[in-house]
């Protein structure tokens, strides 16, 4: 059964008692509940957002970022630099994001050096999530105007490229992915794995935060005994007064929140860090935009988005500065007026040019490390800022990814970063390098991250890292992590279809020992 806050009386205190807790319904969160619910265990899964079946997905873009992401969107960096959209509702980002599959390449699972975690070793669990939400290839006659121009201009080039691999069917190319699918497209975590989940006695509660975990000393290591959460109205804001109280009492604890309320739930719980680790080492894989500007209309947001990416400069093998993907991006009215330089008449000169831009993101595998310290009983302060390796790679992607605009066919190339670069040739790209660094360590030049990970990660030694390769929390007996959070670096590819396989993972080691 799945409740909400309308199950719920006003001022009603409930406790609930399961073999296992699950915080969190994206792609971690979820895999974990189903295997485990699968083999018969009790489980309870917890999350902090609403309940958003597809008749609700109204595809609008005020109705549905307040519901789809913590902060509506707007959750910033402490400095305002970088804006990170981070998923909630029942299947977590799973829900708004675009589908894209991709697996870890094994020169990062070689740099981590953990055991169990290299390509060879995962590539039962990766298959089976991929067949579980049958992951394709993007068909041709599903490659928009859009994606169809970035690959023109990435082939004129040379450069490496491909059509990238999607969990999606019966897609109507609406083109409204980020805020929802209405038409039940996505083969997500709420279409797949839930109804399994509940038909095998799974109990979910939507609209529920975490306030904290309790816990007691047992031997040398904590153990979890129950956790707090409160209540709160469907559809109301996360910070809303809540309506009611509620308390679970399990075995086994897992918590799959992501990678910034994770940390934050686990300082905010005090449970035991001697090393000082919790919230360190926060990898964003930030991205920033050059956007071509055409003659012809290329209506970027129509369609099935990002199926083409270029690969010319996103070498793990020989790391350097060979740290930056290239991938087709796509927004909406309020998220392209939010990136748009400009004021007045100029921004809405700009606007007026929204069916002639083809923006290409460019994402950067990143070596900055941040933190996340929880503030209050709900916030957290974020602390990010690129290291001068990494802005070097993202001024240089952000050129590379004019050029490959330029080679399509583009009359200018905007970045969009206060005032605006506007380049009408490679060679003027080239010699506005500095003004686009300068705008970049100046915060005059947006970024966004879809990706944050890493920061309650995975390590043998618990003085190097907070969390076992299995999953396990060393300073807790009873607890683990199936989210983003587990990862010792960026993965630099989208971390969805990783996350769905760590939480098989971690699933599978709990079977293996209770």
């Known amino acids: 059964m799945i409740h909400t806050g309308y199950h719920f009386k006003k001022g009603e205190a409930r406790t609930i008692q ?15 509940a189903w295997k485990l619910a699968a083999y018969g265990r009790k489980v309870v899964l917890l999350e902090a957002g609403d309940f958003l079946p597809p008749q609700v997905m109204s595809q609008r873009e005020d109705e549905m970022l307040p519901r789809l992401f913590y902060a509506a969107g707007g959750r910033k960096t402490a400095d305002r630099r970088i804006r990170i959209l981070h998923g909630k509702g029942l299947g977590g980002s799973t829900l708004h994001n675009i589908n894209l ?18 390509a060879r070793e995962l590539a039962p669990h990766y298959a089976t999530i991929e067949s579980k939400l049958g992951v394709l290839q993007v068909a ?19 450069y490496r490229g491909g059509i990238l691999h999607h969990n999606r069917e019966g897609c109507v190319g609406s083109g409204f992915c980020e805020l929802g699918c209405a038409f039940n497209a996505k083969k997500n975590a709420l279409r797949v794995l839930m109804p399994e989940f509940l038909a095998h006695g799974g109990e979910v509660y939507c609209n529920v935060r975490v306030s904290k975990l309790n816990w007691s000393r047992d031997a040398a290591k904590a153990r979890v005994t129950g956790l707090e959460a409160f209540v709160r109205a469907d559809g109301g804001a996360l910070d809303s007064e ?31 860090d001697p090393h000082g680790l919790i919230g360190s080492r926060l990898h964003l894989h930030p991205g920033a935009v050059a956007a071509g500007v055409f003659e012809e209309k290329i209506e970027a947001w129509k369609g099935v988005p990002q199926s083409w990416e270029c690969t010319e400069f996103l070498d793990f093998e020989q790391g350097g500065d060979m740290r930056a993907w290239l991938v087709g991006g796509s927004a909406h009215p309020a998220g392209m007026a939010s990136i748009l330089p400009g004021f007045g008449t100029e921004h809405r000169q700009a606007l007026k040019q929204a069916p002639h831009l083809a923006p290409v993101s460019v994402m ?13 009983e709900t916030g957290v302060k974020i602390e990010y800022e690129l290291w001068p390796e990494d802005q070097r790679v993202m001024v240089m992607g952000l050129i590379e990814a004019g050029r490959v605009l330029f080679a399509a066919g583009a009359r200018e190339v905007v970045i969009p970063s206060d ?17 686009i660094a300068r705008a970049l360590v100046q915060g005059r030049l947006e970024l966004v991250s879809v990706h944050p990970m890493s ?14 390769p299995d999953g396990v929390f060393h300073q807790a007996h009873n607890l683990r992590l199936a989210d983003t959070s587990l990862y010792p670096t960026s993965l630099g590819v989208p971390p ?5 396989m760590a939480g098989l993972r971690v699933a599978e080691r709990l079977l293996a020992v209770t």
Not at 101 to 118: D, Q
Not at 140 to 158: D, H, K, M, W, Y
Not at 244 to 267: D, K, M, S
């Open 140 to 158: 041709p006659q599903q490659i928009n105007r859009f994606n169809a121009v970035f690959r023109s201009g990435t082939e004129a080039l040379g």
């Open 242 to 272: 809540p309506i009611a109280r509620l308390r679970v009492q399990a075995r086994e604890y897992i918590i799959a929140a992501g990678a910034i309320e994770t940390p934050a739930l686990l300082q905010r719980s005090e449970l035991p």
């Open 496 to 500: 969805q279809i990783t996350t769905y």
């Open 364 to 376: 950067l595998h990143d070596l900055t490390r941040g933190r996340v310290r929880a503030a209050g």
């Open 419 to 435: 005032p605006p670069v506007r380049a009408r040739s490679i060679g003027e790209l080239e010699a506005a390098r500095e003004s």
């Open 101 to 118: 599959c991709k697996r870890t390449p094994e020169p990062v699972f070689k740099a981590w050096g953990l055991p169990g975690w290299s």
């Open 18 to 32: 399961a073999d296992v807790c699950v915080i969190g319904s994206g792609a971690g969160g979820a895999t974990a």
């Open 455 to 468: 920061s309650v990660w995975m390590s043998e030694d618990p003085a190097r890292g907070p969390v076992s």
